[in-house]
């Protein structure tokens, strides 16, 4: 090892030796060392955002397309802090990642400088795991170790605290730095007993819903499950909102169980089994009164897989006990009557599963065309859905940006509901800086849908004054094709399908981001 | 009271009987029972952000204007996490803020629903006081906790979590609510003998430099501490980063302390007393290697008030003690010989000082123009400047919005840096939405100039692909006027003097926002 390497930069080269090899960072002064270590080490490619989510939710899309550990480089608590919402998706994604946070100098710190603050309480609502470096000859040793805690568990969020001294100091050790990556992350294998059990109880074929989640969506891990469930005459459900799901007429057609309790507790009544594949038990969102909180049928819930084990593994198993072999499945392409005249979720999200190109990887956040989307995308040519796990909203835009910088052979597409979309719109730049193949789609109808539903749910007839003020968003409309030029990304603007159709037929064809306000 | 009203409503009255009339809002479902409570609260003025630290930076600049608490609406913890930023700049500014989180429904939180996660221990980082509502009765007996404890320490963050099923039951008290306003944030007096013993070791008037914080850079403030030094022959600094700061040919000129150590340090040396006046000891903003984290000489720092203290009392104390008496001043308007040509930090600064109408409030984000016009703001018409006090970016913006509504008389000027306006951008849409007398000043060099400054104080000769890449913000330049028109604001781009005059001359007659894009 150079001896006159910094620990920054022993970091860094530890973190690319594992396989990591970008850097998505909004740096301040206390991370300037790896900044200049950066410098250093060209092999880790730095992607700037202009706010911190944008990092976090790039890191989140980056390694749910990767599956290894993703990389973020934030400043101190107060940029930490921005980074969280997109992190608490990344939680509920099982998405491994490991933030670098510069801090002040250890020397520093007690003097409470204003932007001191208490980090690892911040940290540790997001993070399955945290330290802070304490001693800079400890640097190589805990990013090692961060980088293993981000691929336990199924994958999770690592967090390392790195003072701004410990980063100048010059790397002591005389190891060579190990640079064989460490083993991927390896789900443990579900128990085998309760696999033998479950295969038990169904032999006498009960009524059965299978809700798959995790590695269970996986092109294997499907076609497993269809099977299964093609044999037992079962229904077959993919979690409302998976970290990632293939879909296409090549594989079964899984759809998410509905979003609202009272389709979802539709959706799994009469099951006397209700089984788990890599799935959390189907809980409502939100808890409404005279409604339960668990969706599934009194004592109906059993596991195959626990979430963060292998359940593609537990199905395959599962497939071999009751004497079943996984199907291939290749439906013709029928698409109804094609849409036409004005925009409305359905067409758009029929008009989109048309379109996609061989391997597009979709990013969706909103409801309002994103379940449309997603069940026609039954329909479409092969593709990867990402969505929303934790519902902290300002995630799609930046996940599609990690999505494309983890797989740039690969068309990217964000739908996009239009409040969503700018809680992180600062994305677009950062699309446009790194010349990234998206088309972001943007379903604009100028008001926070999802919570005039809720209002009308809770049945109010019409809105009074606040609750419009508080759920429109048209006084003043947003000028999306101003937005997107204003950051570097060309847009236009739609609003029936023949121009829609037209518009997505372009911008597929384009080589940098695209934007595409779909008005509704 | 009235029987059916439920105690989101009864949170709301409680909140508005103690003088809160204003929510900067950005709810979601579990907020619900609280907006539709909003519509029956006519006299709360809610107002709407795209993104939560919009919220929390305008409660922020509401309260610093207002001396009274601000309150927020905020959705679960990732909402919430949204606004720490700013609210870590609250909190240094100590600023009296309720923040009100809705919560999942008591319960509903067991069974870990996707937005679920440790609120407590992200609002812990921020907040001086935080409770949960444990049950529905306890609503208005919390509320008036949060706000007496939002004005305790001279004002704090307190945050108060609001679970969704107690948002929506019924008031049940027949109590009426109490409508005298609690008392004002009083602060508590400084130690009368620690004033006499200053006194005393001022009678023979050696070195000394007074650091004023807080209350003491009120107008009331700064007169006193200016006869003081008159008297003494001492200096007279400000806090480098105040929450608050009254300014203008009227006032005496006190100057911030400078920013970088070495020239804060020699500013400080020579003095055998460093007195503190409502400022925290003067401690480097980052610990630079061979540099020390005290600014002040050793030994010589002492305390007239603590921060949190009546500073103002303890200064008129002192003059007392002293036997001087407050002068009035009022310099004549003398401005060196107006800048012409190129746009420079200078030449903007002073441009803005001589066009500031009497009453002007500034909002300052960035040192590029920062620093120059606050120096120049010596010689303008009364202003308050309102600064970024705890180094969390994104605040400028957002403190504006607030202090616009706050004082809707004044006309609020947000004096922006390009790179750290981009972090709460979608405050430009609140802006144009409230039709807000702001006029927008962002101060474009398409670079992190602070950080270009850091790496030049390593030593880096010239800047690495690396540095160069995660320092700049010029691929591609951010064309300011699009995004400004997206989000309803009207937008220019001066590139002289002569324009920015004529800007900043129609800007300031316009009724709502503008902004000019100052091209460095």
Not at 20 to 35: Q, S, Y
Not at 72 to 83: E, I, K, R, V
Not at 362 to 385: H, W
Request: aromatic share 4%; net charge neutral.
């Amino acid at each position: 090892m150079d001896s006159k390497m910094t620990c920054a930069e022993a970091l860094l080269r530890a973190a690319n030796s594992a396989g990591i090899d970008v850097c998505f960072a909004n740096p301040g002064t206390t991370e300037i060392p790896l900044v200049q270590a950066l410098d250093n080490v060209p092999q880790m490619r730095p992607v700037l955002a202009l706010f911190e989510g944008v990092c976090s939710g790039a890191a989140d899309g980056y390694g749910r397309m990767r599956g290894s550990p993703a990389l973020t480089l934030t400043h101190l608590g107060p940029g930490f802090a921005n980074s969280i919402a997109n992190l608490h998706n990344a939680r509920r994604a099982r998405t491994p990642i490991v933030n670098i946070i510069g801090d002040h100098a250890s020397w520093h710190l007690a003097f409470d400088a204003p932007l001191t603050s208490d980090i690892a309480s911040l940290a540790a609502a997001v993070s399955g795991w945290q330290r802070k470096i304490e001693r800079a000859d400890d640097t190589v040793r805990d990013v090692k170790a961060a980088i293993a805690a981000s691929m336990q568990r199924g994958g999770q969020v690592a967090t390392l605290v790195f003072p701004m001294d410990f980063q100048q100091q010059l790397e002591k050790s005389d190891r060579p730095l190990d640079n064989s990556p460490p083993e991927a992350c390896k789900l443990p294998l579900a128990s085998r007993g309760r696999i033998e059990d479950i295969a038990r109880c169904l032999h006498d074929r009960p009524s059965v819903t299978f809700l798959l989640g995790g590695p269970a969506l996986t092109e294997r891990g499907q076609r497993a499950a269809a099977a299964i469930a093609e044999y037992l005459g079962a229904k077959l459900y993919a979690e409302t909102f998976p970290a990632r799901i293939e879909r296409g007429r090549n594989l079964p057609d899984v759809d998410r169980l509905p979003y609202f309790p009272e389709p979802a507790i539709k959706a799994l009544s009469g099951s006397r089994h209700v089984i788990l594949v890599g799935a959390r038990e189907p809980i409502a969102y939100f808890g409404y009164e005279n409604l339960p909180s668990r969706l599934a049928p009194d004592g109906s819930v059993s596991a195959l897989a626990e979430p963060g084990e292998d359940a593609v593994e537990a199905l395959e198993a599962l497939a071999t006990a009751l004497g079943v072999k996984p199907v291939s499945i290749n439906r013709p392409a029928q698409w109804s009557a094609a849409p036409e005249g004005q925009l409305s979720p359905q067409a758009i999200g029929s008009i989109i599963a048309q379109t996609l190109p061989e391997g597009a990887i979709v990013s969706i956040e909103g409801g309002t065309c994103g379940y449309p989307f997603a069940t026609a995308s039954a329909m479409s040519s092969s593709c990867t859905l990402l969505t929303n796990t934790g519902g902290a909203i300002g995630q799609g835009l930046p996940v599609a940006i990690g999505a494309a910088i983890a797989c740039p052979d690969r068309k990217v597409i964000a739908l996009q509901s239009d409040g969503s979309a700018q809680y992180t719109i600062q994305s677009l730049w950062t699309m446009a800086r790194e010349s990234l193949p998206i088309v972001v789609l943007i379903a604009s109808n100028h008001r926070y849908g999802v919570l005039q539903t809720e209002l009308g749910r809770s049945n109010v007839a019409h809105l009074g004054a606040a609750s419009a003020a508080l759920t429109s968003l048209d006084k003043p409309k947003i000028d999306w094709q101003a937005i997107a030029r204003g950051y570097g990304v060309p847009a236009v603007q739609v609003a029936d399908t023949t121009a829609l159709r037209s518009a997505l037929s372009s911008a597929m064809r384009a080589e940098g981001p695209q934007l595409i306000e779909m008005s509704l």
